[in-house]
């Protein structure tokens, strides 16, 4: 019992120190050992360290710009529902950056993320900014088009990396039929 104990406290304090220890290498830009300690911590289930160990390969601290490997540690994040990690994707798909360039989807993302009030604040600051640059590089036509499409759809879509994704299946209530718009908050028009 002694020992099961010992455990129980030992873990959540090495994590702890595992965590002190890599924000430390990361403030003091030690980027090769800071990655070591997030890796140890998203091994065990951190979402925010892998959130970190994409972020890292996204802007090039480890070397060359890695969007793939920001892609891998954002998408592990995210099946684990990290929001900051989906809003990151979003990112990758408008940019065109490790993925084809999807601005409908990466709108779709973004839209989700606020829609749904996934993250903290801080999400959604950061999330709401993205979405706005999004909407600036797309025409109505194309608002409308990425409307169209089912949530389930652009979860396909981020599951498969834009590659033989099935469309709307019937059954799917499309974006733009979901209950969170306002009533006329939307124009009234058919998806082809």
């Given at each position: 019992?002694?020992?099961?104990?010992?455990?129980?406290?030992?873990?959540?304090?090495?994590?702890?120190?595992?965590?002190?220890?890599?924000?430390?290498?990361?403030?003091?830009?030690?980027?090769?050992?800071?990655?070591?300690?997030?890796?140890?911590?998203?091994?065990?289930?951190?979402?925010?360290a892998m959130v970190t160990v994409g972020?890292?390969?996204?802007?090039?601290?480890?070397?060359?710009?890695?969007?793939?490997?920001?892609?891998?540690?954002?998408?592990?994040?995210?099946?684990?529902?990290?929001?900051?990690?989906?809003?990151?994707?979003?990112?990758?798909?408008?940019?065109?950056k490790g993925v084809e360039q999807n601005?409908?989807?990466?709108?779709?993302?973004?839209?989700?993320?606020?829609?749904?009030?996934?993250?903290?604040?801080?999400?959604?600051?950061?999330?709401?900014?993205?979405?706005?640059?999004?909407?600036?590089?797309?025409?109505?036509?194309?608002?409308?088009?990425?409307?169209?499409?089912?949530?389930?759809?652009?979860?396909?879509?981020?599951?498969?990396?834009?590659?033989?994704?099935?469309?709307?299946?019937?059954?799917?209530?499309?974006?733009?039929?979901?209950?969170?718009?306002?009533?006329?908050?939307l124009p009234n028009y058919e998806c082809?």
């Amino acid at each position: 019992m002694k020992i099961l104990l010992f455990i129980f406290f030992l873990f959540p304090s090495l994590a702890i120190a595992g965590k002190t220890e890599a924000i430390s290498y990361l403030k003091t830009g030690q980027y090769e050992k800071a990655v070591k300690e997030f890796e140890i911590l998203a091994s065990g289930g951190d979402t925010k360290a892998m959130v970190t160990v994409g972020e890292l390969h996204y802007s090039g601290k480890l070397g060359s710009n890695d969007y793939e490997q920001a892609h891998a540690w954002w998408y592990q994040a995210y099946k684990a529902g990290n929001a900051d990690a989906l809003s990151n994707i979003g990112v990758l798909y408008r940019d065109g950056k490790g993925v084809e360039q999807n601005l409908e989807v990466a709108y779709n993302i973004f839209l989700i993320v606020h829609m749904r009030g996934l993250g903290g604040q801080n999400t959604q600051i950061r999330n709401n900014g993205n979405l706005r640059k999004t909407i600036a590089r797309l025409d109505q036509e194309r608002v409308k088009k990425a409307l169209c499409y089912s949530e389930e759809y652009v979860y396909r879509y981020i599951d498969s990396k834009g590659k033989s994704v099935e469309p709307t299946k019937q059954g799917e209530i499309r974006i733009k039929n979901k209950s969170w718009w306002l009533e006329d908050e939307l124009p009234n028009y058919e998806c082809t």
